[in-house]
Nanobody, 123 residues
Framework: QVQLVESGGGLVQAGGSLRLSCAAS????????MGWFRRTPGKEREFVGA????????YYADSVKGRFTISRDNAKNTVYLQMNSLKPEDTAVYYC????????????????WGQGTQVTVSS
């Protein structure tokens, strides 16, 4: 099992920045990719982006491309989501998730999830 803990959420004004962290523990050697997802009230959880655990390849949803950046520090078993130029529509609970196979946009392919961290962007 892989345990994931997100942190770094909060309240920020539109145009501002936040960096989320996702610390992984447990069987991290089995992880091949990490993803970020978000959920807003009344909507289904959506894919934000993902990074391969070893190669550093990344993939982003069109809605965040150019504004969000995912990085990882393997020595710390931590993945980051740097969010710039935030918009009110980015307000959501953000989740990180572990994928044992590779980068994917499909939630069903992720086997372990964090508890989520709230990001609120005020206009």
């Amino acid at each position: 099992q892989v345990q994931l803990v997100e942190s770094g959420g909060g309240l920020v004004q539109a145009g501002g920045s936040l960096r989320l962290s996702c610390a992984a523990s447990g069987r991290t050697f089995s992880v091949n990719a990490m993803g970020w997802f978000r959920r807003t009230p009344g909507k289904e959880r959506e894919f934000v982006g993902a990074i391969s655990w070893s190669g550093g390849s990344t993939y982003y949803a069109d809605s965040v491309k150019g504004r969000f950046t995912i990085s990882r520090d393997n020595a710390k078993n931590t993945v980051y989501l740097q969010m710039n130029s935030l918009k009110p529509e980015d307000t959501a609970v953000y989740y990180c998730a572990a994928n044992l196979y590779g980068i994917s946009t499909a939630q069903s392919s992720y086997s372990n999830w964090g508890q989520g961290t709230q990001v609120t962007v005020s206009s």
